[in-house]
């Protein structure tokens, strides 16, 4: 629809240019066609807008990236998200795990 209009603005100064200069020679009606289509494009490239440039689609954001979290990993917030991982420890806190198992200290164990 935009082309339609704009090549129909464009073809009405091409025609009122003609039309002006009918009766001269065709070096005049050359220049008053050019100066119309000149003309007739540009008042129909603004009202069709198709020099004006659309507006880019911005992709979705992430939570992380919409409110990211502050303090680099000290928040309440990122403790619950990490918190199955830590299993309820902060970081970089959580006990090694034991090399011989978690009743490594049973007294009833046999050595």
Avoid at 16 to 32: K, P, T
Avoid at 74 to 84: F, H, I, K, M, P
């Amino acid at each position: 629809m935009r082309k339609a209009i704009f090549l129909f603005f464009l073809l009405l100064g091409v025609g009122a240019g003609f039309l002006l200069a009918r009766s001269e020679d065709w070096g005049v009606r050359i220049v008053m066609m050019a100066v119309g289509a000149l003309f007739g494009g540009a008042i129909g490239g603004g009202l069709s807008q198709i020099g004006k440039q659309q507006p880019r689609r911005r992709r979705l954001l992430t939570e992380e990236e919409v409110e990211p979290i502050p303090g680099g990993g000290g928040s309440g917030r990122d403790l619950a998200v990490n918190y199955w991982r830590d299993e309820g420890h902060l970081p970089f806190t959580k006990p090694p795990r034991p090399e011989h198992g978690t009743r490594m200290l049973d007294a009833d164990k046999n050595v």
